[in-house]
C-alpha cells in the first residue's frame, strides 16, 4: 500500500497547482472574453456612482444661490472666496481632479484594447463598437467635467505603464479650445461607434451623447470662454492674461462658436421630443405643479398623482436600485419629520420665483408680503416646503393637519399665552440642529408618494445628468446671442406653458436674455446647473455673491380668536406676518474673481511639475 501510494503521489500531475483565481482575471485574458470586456467597460460607470450624482448629502446647490448647508462649515471657504490650493473647500465628488483621471485611464484602456485588433480576441465588431462608443462618451464626460471646474487640464489619451521615471507622468496642461476640441471628437467617435444601437436602460445612448456635446459646445461659445469678454470682466487678476489660452479661445469668433452650439443643441431637440414640450398654451395651475414635479421623478415614483411617462424627458440618467437607492428625502427633509433639513432653499431663489400671472414677487408689494406663498409659479409649490405648506403624513399627534411648521405662533397652553416653535424649526421638539435657517425645505426630487417614509425609506428617482430641457436652453441660448430671437421666444414659451405659466411676449435681446436666464434658473434648480452658468454668464459677483436671506414667520393670534394645545395653520385665526431679512451668521457670503475657476490642488502640483495653477491662486 505504501509503494502504490508513493507511486501515486509522484505520478500526479501538478495542475491542481495553476488554478486561475475566480476573483480576478488577468488583462490578456479580459480582453480575450466578451463577456469579461464588457464587465470591464460596465465598472467605468462608476464615475456616475451614487455619491458623484446630484443627490450627495452636500449637494452643489448650497454653493450657489439656491440654498445653504444646515450643517458643517464644508461650504464656508469657497462661498467666502477663500479656498486655494491648500484648501479647496468643498469637496462635491464629481469635481475631484483625481476621481476623473481614475476614469479616464479606465477608458483609455478600453480604447487601446478595443481598437487593436491583436490586443483583443473580440471577432464581433459591433460588440466591440457598442463598448467603444460607452468608453469614449465615459472620457468625454469626465474631460468636460474637468473644463466646467478648471478650464484646460491635462489632455491623456493612452493608459501608461508603471515606470519609477516620473517625468514620463508630468504633462502641461493642454489650452481651453484643445480639450473641448477632443470632448466633441470623443462625443462625434461615441456617436459613430454606437451607430443604431440601442442599450439596456441606464447605459450610454444617442442623445446622451448628443446631450453632452451640446453642453460642451454651449459652455464653449459662453462669455467666461471668450478672451476679450474674460479680460474685460476680470480686471483685478495679475496672471490672468498670461495663463488665458487655458482659461478662452483667444482666436477666432464667439458668433461661430454659438452657431456650433445652435447646430448641435438643434440636433437633440429633433432626435427626441423631450416632455410636453408642444403646447400652444399654459395649462393650468395645478396641471403645471403635476407636470414639473413629474419631470422630478422622472419614472421613480409610484404615486398615483404623477405622470411616469415624464421619464421621456430624461436623456441620461442614474437609476437608483435597492442597494443603491437614494437618501435624498432623508438628506433634506424637515427635521419635524426626523429628517436632516441640509440643503436649504434661500430666499434668494425662493422670491424670484413669478407670481402665476408672470409679474415679479416682491417683498415691496403689499398684497405679496401678505401672502408670499400664494398665486406663485406652479413650480414653486414642486419645488419648495414653506410654512403651512401640506406635506406628507406626519404621525405625530402635535401636527394632525400634516402641514409645514417653520415660524412661531400664539397658542394657548394650560390656560396661558405661550410663544410656540414649529415642529419644523430649530427651536422645535425634534432634531432641534437639523431644524431650518432660511424658512423653508427643498421638495424638488422628494418622492411625495405618503407610503414613502422620507426619514426611514428610500426613494427612487434617478438624478437627471442631461435632461431634454436643458438642451432647449442651449438652442434658447445660442439662438439670442445669434440674434434670432422670435425662435428663442417661442421656445421659452414652450417651457412656460408646460408649466402652466403666460408667454413672454418681447424679441428684444437684451431683456430675452434676462428673461431666459430667470427662465432656467427656476425650470432646473437643485440641478447642478446655476453653479457654471453663473460664472460662464460672467454674473456671478451679482448673483453667487450676494448675502443669504432667510424668512422669519409669526403667527399672532386674531382679535377674538385663539387656539388651545394643538397648533394648525389656519387664517382665520392667525394673522401672520412675514419678514425678509439677510443672515450672514453661518456664512457671510463673498465673490472673488478668481472663483471663475476652482485652483488646482496643491498636492497634484507638486506631482506634475508641470501643471499650472489657476490664475489668482496661490500654491
Request: charged share 25%; with cysteine; net charge negative.
Amino acid at each position: 500500500m505504501i509503494v502504490i501510494l508513493l507511486l501515486a503521489l509522484t505520478s500526479c500531475s501538478d495542475d491542481f497547482l495553476n488554478i486561475a483565481p475566480r476573483d480576478r482575471f488577468s488583462d490578456e485574458l479580459v480582453w480575450q472574453d466578451p463577456i469579461l470586456a464588457e464587465k470591464f467597460v460596465s465598472d467605468i460607470y462608476n464615475v456616475f456612482e451614487a455619491s458623484n450624482s446630484g443627490f450627495t448629502e452636500q449637494m452643489q446647490a448650497s454653493a450657489t444661490d439656491e440654498s445653504i448647508w444646515n450643517h458643517t462649515d464644508a461650504f464656508l471657504l469657497l462661498n467666502t472666496g477663500n479656498i486655494n490650493g491648500v484648501n479647496q473647500g468643498w469637496g462635491g465628488t464629481s469635481r475631484w481632479w483625481e476621481r476623473m483621471y481614475v476614469y479616464i485611464r479606465f477608458s483609455n484602456i478600453a480604447i487601446e484594447r478595443l481598437t487593436d485588433d491583436t490586443q483583443n480576441g473580440i471577432t464581433n465588431q459591433s460588440d466591440k463598437d457598442k463598448l467603444l462608443a460607452q468608453a469614449y462618451f465615459i472620457r468625454a464626460y469626465c474631460y468636460h467635467q474637468l473644463l466646467r471646474y478648471y478650464g484646460g487640464v491635462p489632455l491623456i489619451l493612452n493608459s501608461y505603464p508603471y515606470t519609477e521615471d516620473f517625468e514620463t507622468y508630468e504633462i502641461e496642461r493642454s489650452s481651453y479650445a484643445t480639450c473641448v476640441d477632443q470632448v466633441i471628437k470623443d462625443c462625434d467617435e461615441a456617436l459613430n461607434r454606437l451607430g443604431s444601437s440601442v442599450l439596456e436602460k441606464g447605459r450610454v445612448n444617442k442623445n446622451a451623447i448628443l446631450a453632452l456635446k451640446s453642453r460642451m459646445l454651449i459652455y464653449a461659445a459662453s462669455d467666461l470662454h471668450d478672451k476679450d469678454k474674460l479680460t474685460a470682466k476680470v480686471k483685478d487678476i495679475s496672471d490672468l492674461n498670461q495663463k488665458i489660452d487655458l482659461l478662452a479661445y483667444t482666436q477666432g469668433s464667439q458668433q461661430d462658436r454659438y452657431r456650433l452650439a445652435q447646430t448641435a443643441a438643434k440636433a437633440v431637440i429633433d432626435a427626441s421630443t423631450g416632455y410636453k414640450l408642444n403646447l400652444n398654451a399654459p395649462v393650468t395651475a395645478a396641471q403645471g405643479r403635476i407636470n414639473y414635479k413629474s419631470i422630478a421623478m422622472g419614472g421613480g415614483s409610484k404615486d398615483p398623482n404623477i405622470d411616469a411617462t415624464a421619464s421621456s424627458e430624461l436623456l441620461f440618467a442614474r437609476y437608483f436600485i435597492t442597494e443603491q437607492s437614494s437618501a435624498h428625502a432623508r438628506d433634506n427633509g424637515p427635521n419635524g419629520y426626523n429628517n436632516w433639513g441640509g440643503n436649504q432653499p434661500i430666499g434668494l431663489l425662493v422670491d424670484d420665483y413669478e407670481m402665476i400671472d408672470g409679474t415679479k414677487f416682491s417683498w415691496s408689494n403689499p398684497d405679496h408680503k401678505t401672502a408670499p406663498y400664494k398665486n406663485r409659479d406652479p413650480r414653486f409649490y414642486a419645488s419648495i416646503l414653506y410654512d403651512g405648506a401640506a406635506w406628507k403624513p406626519r404621525d405625530n399627534p402635535a401636527d394632525p393637519a400634516n402641514q409645514i411648521q417653520t415660524g412661531t405662533y400664539d397658542l394657548m397652553l394650560d390656560g396661558k399665552l405661550i410663544k410656540y416653535a414649529g415642529l419644523d424649526t430649530k427651536q422645535g421638539p425634534k432634531e432641534a440642529h437639523n431644524g431650518t435657517w432660511t424658512g423653508y425645505y427643498v421638495s424638488k426630487f422628494i418622492d411625495p408618494n405618503p407610503e414613502i417614509i422620507d426619514a426611514q425609506a428610500r426613494q427612487f428617482v434617478p438624478w437627471p445628468y442631461f435632461r431634454y430641457t436643458e438642451a432647449v436652453f442651449n438652442y434658447i441660448e445660442a439662438s439670442i446671442e445669434l440674434g434670432e430671437t422670435t425662435i428663442a421666444r417661442d421656445w421659452i414659451n414652450k417651457i412656460r406653458f408646460r408649466a402652466g405659466m403666460p408667454a413672454i411676449s418681447t424679441t428684444n435681446q437684451n431683456e430675452l436674455r434676462e428673461i431666459f436666464r430667470h427662465e432656467k434658473r427656476i425650470e432646473m434648480a437643485y440641478e447642478e446647473q446655476r453653479f457654471f452658468d453663473a460664472r460662464r454668464w460672467l454674473i456671478a459677483d451679482q448673483t453667487l455673491g450676494r448675502k443669504v436671506t432667510i424668512v422669519v414667520i409669526e403667527g399672532k393670534f386674531k382679535a377674538g380668536k385663539t387656539l388651545s394645545n394643538i397648533y394648525k395653520y389656519d387664517e382665520s385665526i392667525y394673522n401672520y406676518t412675514y419678514s425678509p431679512q439677510e443672515f450672514n451668521t453661518k456664512e457671510n457670503r463673498v465673490w472673488k474673481n478668481q472663483l471663475y475657476f476652482l485652483p488646482l490642488s496643491r498636492d497634484e502640483i507638486r506631482k506634475n511639475s508641470k501643471l499650472v495653477q489657476n490664475p489668482g491662486y496661490t500654491e
